[in-house]
């Protein structure tokens, strides 16, 4: 492939993934080098690769169809009808086998694999956000789609939802802690992590039964709330899980 076909690629692609106005040619451009609208389409960031030359031959002996271009100070790699099979295999010999940057190590975003290419922006997206967790966990493959609840938290777009959420749900307890500088956040949390079961509890926090059970009636008392209800300790688990992204938000 020529240079000038590899921009005009570039161009279609990036023209799909970012807010910017489609070209009218850029379907046919896709489909003169085989990438059709309805096929499987997955994105990877690649960063701190040293040489994409490795990468690119293994996707050739794979047999894998995928375009690359750089973006910023990083890799974006298009796989085109790959199979979760073949992706697995691909990025677990890449991570391997590959010589990472001196000064970092190589870090892989893998984004949702789309049925359109129409939905590539999803991909591309939800790549770089995979990419940016494996920075900040300094773990070197981070998959969107095996981030749980964790992907659901960072689909929504307004975080004050989420901010209003965990202070409904825990801040009263927070500023009793504070003012009281007692530990009914972290019996709470080590509660409902444990199943609920007061033994364990009292177990994990070095604490007699009595005690665990005093705390837990005021924190029932704080919330106004009854934690036997199924459906209340749901609420505050996923207040709990929320409640990193709160501290980061603060932090930053």
Same mark, same amino acid.
């Given at each position: 492939?020529?240079? +000038? ?25 896709l489909?003169?080098?085989? %990438? ?20 690119? =031959? ?15 100070? =990083?890799l ?14 691909? &990025? ?15 870090? &892989? ?50 975080k004050?939802?989420?901010?209003? %959420? ?8 927070e ?27 009292a177990?994990?926090? +070095?604490?007699h ?7 837990? =009636? ?6 106004d ?14 207040? %709990?899980?929320?409640?990193?992204? &709160? ?6």
């Amino acid at each position: 492939m020529s240079n +000038y076909q590899k921009n005009q690629l570039t161009t279609a692609f990036q023209s799909l993934m970012f807010p910017l106005p489609v070209p009218q040619d850029t379907l046919s451009v896709l489909a003169k080098n085989g %990438f059709m609208e309805k096929d499987i389409y997955t994105v990877l960031h690649i960063q701190n690769l040293i040489s994409a030359a490795y990468m690119e =031959r293994l996707l050739t002996e794979e047999n894998i169809s995928y375009h690359l271009f750089v973006d910023k100070n =990083r890799l974006v790699l298009v796989l085109h009808n790959c199979s979760a099979g073949q992706l697995q295999a691909f &990025i677990r010999t890449l991570s391997e086998n590959t010589l990472s940057s001196a000064h970092a190590s190589l870090m &892989i975003g893998v984004g949702e694999t789309v049925s359109s290419v129409f939905n590539i922006r999803f991909s591309y997206e939800s790549a770089l956000t995979a990419l940016k967790i494996a920075q900040k966990r300094r773990q070197p493959v981070v998959y969107f789609d095996r981030l749980g609840l964790e992907r659901l938290l960072l689909s929504i777009p307004d975080k004050q939802i989420l901010l209003h %959420f965990y202070e409904d749900h825990l801040k009263n307890i927070e500023k009793y802690d504070q003012k009281n500088h007692t530990e009914l956040l972290h019996t709470l949390e080590t509660y409902l992590s444990s199943g609920k079961n007061i033994s364990d509890t009292a177990s994990a926090l +070095y604490t007699h039964r009595n005690t665990i059970h005093h705390r837990l =009636r005021k924190i029932s008392e704080l919330l106004d709330t009854d934690l036997n209800d199924p459906e209340i300790s749901l609420m505050l688990s996923l207040a %709990f899980r929320i409640r990193p992204y &709160i501290l980061r938000q603060t932090e930053n």
